[in-house]
């Protein structure tokens, strides 16, 4: 038989990368970690391990270890639901993560219909793009994930992880202060493309290099006819957003960035396909139906519809 607790740590190792990683997590000293994978190895009586210069990685009959201990793990989480959803009332820790606007415009308004539904939740928030939680809550780092999608650009979906829909959020040209791309008619009859090609030769503010946001940005900017010229980078889209309000840079912004006030600069439609990305929640599989979390999903899918 097995230790679970040894299978837990090379399925941390997997998601993790290296065992000072593991230790960090877990509050374990390496070698710590290092000895109980060597115990399970003495388990399976096979090697799971093997080095690649200073790192390790797994053989693979480790992999198929990983994969049973994901499937044992998926019905202890449902296992957790089930007793949770046995009790009367929702208590406990929910530990979530969410990227900046949505964590502006959706989340607080969802902490406050649960603090007043559920006020023995406790909810820890961790602002965090997709690129670093949606591993962090493989990892167990988290709970639930609010993450993005931008157009043409689909997010791996690991098997371990469930995802649920929650709202479209508009997405625009936002036009520096002080320079006019045309309006009215005649910039309707010149579309989308033209009023992209209009800011071909003046700055840009783009998230960094690497993300989806800043692939799709990219990819619309080359489809309308040029290379943008991005002087200015940042994950935060308020940046943006003060950026092209004092005429530095032209922006591409949603509109969850404006939290339903009135926008502050022009803005101008996107190429059709273009025009919005898609929000979601994820959780890991088995995790879906624990009652903290279809509370939270049930509260920011309210304060998606009031915003």
Known sequence: MFDLHRLRL??????????????AALSYSPSSVSQQLSQLEAEAGVPLLEPVGRRVRLTEQAEILVAHT??????????????????????????IASFQTAALALVPTALT?????????????????????????????FDVV?????????????????????????LRLALPAGVAVGSG?????????????????HPWVMEPEGTAARHWATALCRAAGFEPDVRYESTDLLLHLRLAEQGHAAALLPDLVWSGR?????????????????LFTAVRRGRGRHPAIRAFRDALREAAAVG
Not at 70 to 90: C, K, P
């Open 185 to 201: 008619e005649s910039a309707q009859r010149r579309g989308p493309q033209a009023a992209l090609m209009r800011l071909a030769g």
């Open 10 to 23: 090379l399925r941390e190792l997997k998601h993790r990368g290296t065992l000072a990683a593991v230790a």
């Open 146 to 170: 609010v993450a993005e999608e931008y157009p043409g650009s689909a997010n791996p979906r690991p098997a371990e992880l469930e995802q649920e829909d929650l709202c479209e959020d508009p």
């Open 262 to 278: 009135p926008p502050t600069v022009a803005l101008r439609q996107l190429p059709r396909g273009q025009r919005a990305r898609r």
């Open 70 to 95: 994901e499937a044992v793990l998926e019905r202890l989480e449902r296992a957790e639901a089930d007793i949770a959803t046995s009790l009367s009332e929702i208590t406990g820790t929910l530990r």
């Open 113 to 141: 219909l649960l603090r007043d539904a559920h006020p023995r939740l406790r909810v820890h928030m961790t602002q965090a793009e997709p690129e670093r939680a949606l591993p962090a809550l493989l990892a167990r780092d």
